[in-house]
C-alpha cells in the first residue's frame, strides 16, 4: 500500500494485516464443527504425508512371509499386507502421493479452469462461443476414459491421474464458475472500470475472477477430494499408481481382492479415503465462508 | 378487514428488526406505514402474512380481523393469505412468474380459493383486466413482454382477483417512473376504495403516503416513533424522524422549497 | 460558428433494437449538448431511451445513425480521438449502487479506481488523499469509510462512494444514470448534496443527470431536455420547463412531481 514511504516502516503494516486476516480465517473456520473436522483431517494428512520422508514405523520394502495378512500386533499396528509389509507404514507412505496427486491434480484444474471462464467471458463472440462449445462437448468425456487414452503412451503413472483428473475437473470448473463470471462482467463495477479506461485483462484480473473465488473455493476442494477417489479407482484399474509406488490405491488395490478373508486390511486404507474425502468436501464450504469478505463480516473489521 | 397489532417484535438472529410495535388498520381503511430502508416496515408486512425468514422469531400479537397470525400454523395462513388478504410487491418483474401468462397469472388465486368453472374464472380475470386498465389482447402475454406500469398492473390484479376484504401494498410504487407511480396510486386507493377494502400502504416516500393513505404510522429502526392523520403530518411534522421523511418529500417534489431553505 | 462550444455534443442520434417484427426505435433523431460546466438533466420515463442516450454519448453504445463529439473529435469507436479523451474524462453513476461496487473491495480501493487507471504509479498518500477528499466532498468521513466493505454500508451511503469514485479524478463530465431512484427518499437529499457540494467545489466539471423525476433535478439542473419514446419533446431552462412545460408530457411529467 504505501510503498512510495520506503524502509522498514512499509513492510510491517503490510505483514500484519495479511497475519491478522489469516488468523481471523483460521477462526472463522474452527469455529464451525465441520470446519474444526476438516482442518484436523487436513492438518493429519499434511503431517503424516512429511514424516513419512524421513521415518515409518517400518520399512516399506521389509517383507516377512511368515507373517502375512496378520492382525494389528505390537509390531504391526494395523497388521501386515500379503507381502507381510506393515499396513500402517504403506499408508503413512501413501499419505504423501495422494497429497501430491490432489494438489497437482488441483492446481491444474484451477489453472485450466480459469483460463476457460476468462475465455468464455471474452469479448470476442468468437472466442467466448468457442470456448463454451469446446467445454460442453469436452465435458462430455468421463475422467476415466481420459485416463485410459492418456495410459495408452504414458503407461501406469501419477502423472496419468493428474492429468485426467486436472483436464476432467477444470472443465467443470469452468462450466459451474461461468455464470458467477458472467455476472461479474456485466456488472456496474466492470463498466465502471471500462468507462475509466481499464483495459479488459486488468478488469478481468481485479474484478471479474476475484468474483468467481466463492465457487471456485468449493469446487476445488470438492475436487481434491474427487483425485483421491479418483486415485483408488485409476490405480485399481492398472491405469493410476504404477506397483511399488504406496499410495492408499495401491493399499486398496492389493487387499481387496482378499476382502472375504481378510476384511480388517481393507477397512484401513477405505476408512482414511472415507474420512479425507468427507473432510476435503466440507472443508470447501467452510473455507468460502470464511475467506470471503461478502459473506464473512469479521473478515471486512481487519483493519 | 381490520389489522391490530400489539406488542410484535421480531428478531434475526437475536438482532431486533421490530420492537414491540402496536398499530391498527379499521375496517375499509387506508393506513400508512412509512420509515426509511433499515426501518423494518418490509419485515411487519411479511410477519402479518407469516412470511417471516426462518431465522427470524416473532413474539406479541397481530390479528387480521379477528384471527392471530403470530404463531399461527401453515393451514391458517394459507386460508387468509390470497383469498382475504391480497399482497402487491415493490418489484412486479420478480414477484411475478415469467413462465405463467398474464391471464394464468391472474386466474391462478382464484384457482386456490373458489370452485368455478373455467368460464367463469375467464369472466372474472377479464373483467379484472379491464378495471386495472389493462387491455384484453394481453392476457396471452407473459410478464417480460410487459412495461414496469403494466407489470404492476398485473401484480394488483391479481392481488385483487379474490376480493380481498386487506390488501398489504410494499413498496409498490418504488420501482416505476413518476407519471407510472402516480397512476399506480391512484389505481390501487380507487380499486380498494370501491371494494370497501382496507390497505395497508407501506413506503419511505412521504409524498406518496399522502395520495394512498389517510392515516399512517412513522416506523424508525423498528419502533413506532410518530402516527397521525398523513396530511396532518405532512402539514406540521412534530417528531424528528417524521420531519427528516417530510421535508426530505417535500424537498424533492416540484413547487417545494430551496435546497438551502433545509 | 468556427469552434465548437459544447463539451459534448450528439447530432440526429437514432438507435433500433431488435430485428424484424421486433424492431423498435430507441432514439429518433436526437440532438443534445452538454456544455462545459453545466448541469443538465435528462428526463424521460421508463423506456423513453434515456439510458441508452446516455451509453451512446458516453461512447459505451454506439448509434446506429448520427454522430457524437467530445471537445469537438468524434467519439467513434475505441480508437478514436473523442473517446479516447472521454474515457480519460468523465466518470459514471449508475442507478444501483450495489451493484456498481465490487463487493470484494473496500472503499478506498473502489474510489482510487480511476486514478489507478489513468495516472499510472499513483500510490501511497498521494492516492490516500485524493481518495479522501472525494469521500469528503460526498460528505462521507474517509477515516470512517476507507476501510468499509460495500457489504457494511446504507444504499444512500453506497451511492455516494459510487459518486466520490465518479469524481475522484477530477473529470470534466460525470454521467449519473437515474442516480437517486433506488435509495430512500431521506437519503436521496444527501446525494443531492453531494452533487450541489460537486457543482461547488468543481464549477468546470459538467453533470449530466438522468432521471425520470422533475422533483430530483430541480435544484442542481439547469437545462432540461425531456425525452420521450426515443424523441426530445422538449428542451430549456429548468425554470422554464418546470414553470411553462409546452409539451404535453412534460405537463404530466410536472404533475406527477408535484404534491
Redesign the interface.
Known amino acids: 500500500?504505501?510503498?512510495?514511504?520506503g524502509g522498514k516502516k512499509v513492510a510491517a503494516p503490510a505483514l500484519a494485516p495479511l497475519a491478522r486476516k489469516a488468523a481471523v480465517v483460521l477462526r472463522s473456520i474452527w469455529a464451525r464443527g465441520e470446519g474444526r473436522f476438516a482442518l484436523v483431517v487436513l492438518a493429519l494428512w499434511l503431517a503424516v504425508s512429511l514424516i513419512s520422508l524421513v521415518w515409518t514405523p517400518q520399512s516399506l520394502w521389509s517383507t516377512d512371509g511368515y507373517h502375512v495378512w496378520q492382525g494389528p500386533t505390537a509390531a504391526h499396528w494395523l497388521g501386515t499386507d500379503g507381502t507381510g509389509s506393515d499396513v500402517l507404514s504403506w499408508l503413512m507412505a501413501g499419505a504423501r502421493t495422494n497429497l501430491l496427486i490432489a494438489v497437482l491434480a488441483v492446481a491444474l484444474a484451477g489453472v485450466l479452469g480459469m483460463a476457460l471462464t476468462a475465455a468464455m467471458v471474452s469479448r470476442s463472440a468468437t472466442v467466448s462461443g468457442v470456448s463454451a462449445v469446446l467445454v460442453d462437448a469436452l465435458i462430455s468425456i468421463p475422467t476415466v476414459l481420459i485416463a485410459l487414452i492418456l495410459a495408452v503412451p504414458m503407461g501406469a503413472s501419477v502423472a496419468v491421474i493428474v492429468i485426467a483428473c486436472g483436464i476432467g475437473y477444470g472443465l467443470n470448473l469452468a462450466r459451474i464458475a461461468r455464470p458467477q463470471a458472467l455476472l461479474a462482467a456485466n456488472?456496474?463495477?466492470v463498466?465502471?472500470?471500462?468507462?475509466?479506461?481499464?483495459s479488459w485483462f486488468?478488469v478481468l484480473v481485479r474484478?471479474i475472477m476475484?468474483?468467481t473465488?466463492p465457487t471456485m473455493t468449493v469446487q476445488l476442494s470438492l475436487s481434491a477430494g474427487t483425485a483421491v477417489l479418483a486415485e483408488s479407482g485409476l490405480t485399481y484399474l492398472g491405469v493410476g499408481v504404477p506397483s511399488g509406488v504406496p499410495s492408499w490405491g495401491h493399499s486398496l488395490a492389493t487387499s481387496v481382492k482378499f476382502i472375504d478373508v481378510y476384511p480388517l486390511t481393507v477397512l484401513w486404507p477405505g476408512l482414511i479415503v472415507t474420512v479425507v474425502v468427507v473432510a476435503l468436501n466440507v472443508f470447501g464450504d467452510v473455507l468460502r465462508d470464511a475467506v470471503?469478505?461478502?459473506a464473512n463480516?469479521a473478515l471486512?473489521e481487519v483493519? | 378487514m381490520a389489522i391490530e397489532v400489539s406488542g410484535l417484535s421480531v428478531d434475526i438472529g437475536g438482532r431486533p428488526i421490530v420492537s414491540d410495535v402496536a398499530m391498527g388498520v379499521a375496517d375499509g381503511e387506508r393506513v400508512g406505514l412509512v420509515g426509511?430502508?433499515?426501518s423494518g416496515k418490509s419485515m411487519i408486512a411479511k410477519a402479518l402474512l407469516g412470511l417471516l425468514p426462518r431465522q427470524a422469531s416473532a413474539s406479541g400479537s397481530a390479528r387480521l380481523g379477528g384471527t392471530e397470525v403470530i404463531g399461527a400454523d401453515e393451514t391458517t395462513l394459507a386460508g387468509l393469505r390470497g383469498r382475504y388478504v391480497g399482497v402487491v410487491f415493490q418489484n412486479p418483474g420478480s414477484s411475478l412468474n415469467p413462465v405463467l401468462s398474464v391471464g394464468r397469472q391472474i386466474e391462478l388465486p382464484l384457482k386456490l380459493h373458489y370452485d368455478l368453472d373455467a368460464g367463469d374464472r375467464h369472466e372474472r380475470v377479464m373483467a379484472m383486466m379491464r378495471k386495472v386498465g389493462l387491455d384484453a389482447s394481453l392476457a396471452g402475454r407473459y410478464p417480460h413482454e410487459l412495461?414496469?406500469?403494466q407489470q404492476q398492473r398485473v401484480g394488483i390484479a391479481t392481488a385483487l382477483i379474490t376480493s380481498p376484504r386487506l390488501i398489504i401494498a410494499d413498496e409498490p410504487t418504488t420501482a416505476?417512473?413518476?407519471?407510472?407511480?402516480?397512476q399506480i396510486v391512484d389505481l390501487l386507493v380507487s380499486l380498494v376504495d370501491g371494494a370497501g377494502a382496507s390497505m395497508l400502504f407501506i413506503t419511505?416516500?412521504?409524498?406518496v403516503l399522502?395520495r394512498a393513505t389517510s392515516r399512517c404510522y412513522v416506523l424508525d429502526r423498528g419502533r413506532i416513533v410518530d402516527s397521525g392523520q398523513t396530511a396532518g403530518l405532512l402539514a406540521s411534522p412534530q417528531v424528528a424522524q417524521s420531519r427528516?421523511?417530510v421535508?426530505?418529500?417535500?424537498?424533492?417534489?416540484?413547487?417545494?422549497p430551496?435546497?438551502e431553505t433545509? | 460558428m468556427t469552434e465548437t462550444h459544447e463539451l459534448l455534443a450528439g447530432r440526429g442520434i437514432g438507435r433500433v433494437f431488435g430485428r424484424g417484427k421486433a424492431r423498435q426505435a430507441a432514439l429518433r433523431d436526437v440532438d443534445i449538448d452538454v456544455r462545459p460546466g453545466e448541469c443538465l438533466a435528462i428526463i424521460g420515463?421508463?423506456?423513453s431511451g434515456k439510458s441508452t442516450l446516455a451509453r451512446i454519448l458516453?461512447g459505451?453504445d454506439r448509434p446506429d445513425s448520427g454522430t457524437v463529439t467530445y471537445r469537438g473529435e468524434p467519439v467513434d469507436g475505441p480508437r478514436s480521438q473523442g473517446y479516447?479523451l472521454l474515457?480519460?474524462e468523465?466518470?459514471?453513476v449508475?442507478q444501483?449502487p450495489f451493484?456498481?461496487?465490487?463487493?470484494?473491495?473496500r472503499v478506498e480501493r473502489?474510489v482510487g479506481?480511476?486514478l489507478r487507471?489513468?495516472h499510472h504509479g499513483i500510490?501511497?498518500?498521494?492516492l490516500r488523499d485524493k481518495v479522501a477528499d472525494a469521500l469528503d466532498l460526498v460528505g462521507l468521513d474517509a477515516g470512517e469509510f476507507m476501510?468499509?466493505?460495500p457489504?457494511?454500508l446504507?444504499?444512500g451511503q453506497a451511492q455516494r462512494v459510487?459518486i466520490a469514485?465518479?469524481v475522484v479524478?477530477g473529470p470534466s463530465l460525470i454521467v449519473a444514470d437515474e442516480p437517486m431512484s433506488a435509495i430512500?427518499?431521506?437519503?436521496?437529499?444527501r446525494i443531492?448534496?453531494a452533487f450541489?457540494t460537486i457543482r461547488k467545489a468543481r464549477p468546470e466539471t459538467a453533470i449530466v443527470m438522468i432521471s425520470?423525476?422533475?422533483?430530483?433535478v430541480?435544484?442542481?439542473a439547469e437545462r432540461i431536455v425531456v425525452l420521450h419514446d426515443g424523441s426530445v419533446v422538449e428542451t430549456g431552462p429548468c425554470d422554464e420547463v418546470?414553470g411553462h412545460p409546452k409539451s404535453d408530457y412534460a405537463r404530466?411529467?410536472?404533475?406527477?412531481?408535484?404534491?
Open positions: 500500500m504505501a510503498a512510495d514511504n456488472s456496474g463495477y463498466d465502471s472500470a471500462l468507462a475509466n479506461g481499464a486488468s474484478h476475484p468474483n473465488m470471503d469478505p461478502v463480516p471486512r483493519a | 426509511s430502508s433499515g412495461s414496469g406500469g416505476l417512473d413518476s407519471i407510472t407511480q402516480r419511505h416516500d412521504f409524498s399522502a427528516r421523511l421535508e426530505a418529500a417535500r424537498k424533492l417534489t416540484l413547487g417545494g430551496d435546497m433545509l | 420515463g421508463s423506456g458516453l459505451l479516447r474515457r480519460r468523465s466518470g459514471l449508475f444501483d451493484a456498481s461496487l465490487d463487493p470484494r473491495w473502489s479506481e480511476p487507471i489513468q500510490a501511497g498518500d498521494e476501510g468499509r466493505y457489504a457494511d446504507s444504499g459510487a469514485r465518479a479524478a430512500d427518499v431521506a437519503a436521496r437529499l443531492l448534496e450541489a425520470h423525476d422533475l422533483g430530483v430541480q435544484h442542481i418546470l404530466q411529467l410536472v404533475a406527477a412531481a408535484s404534491l
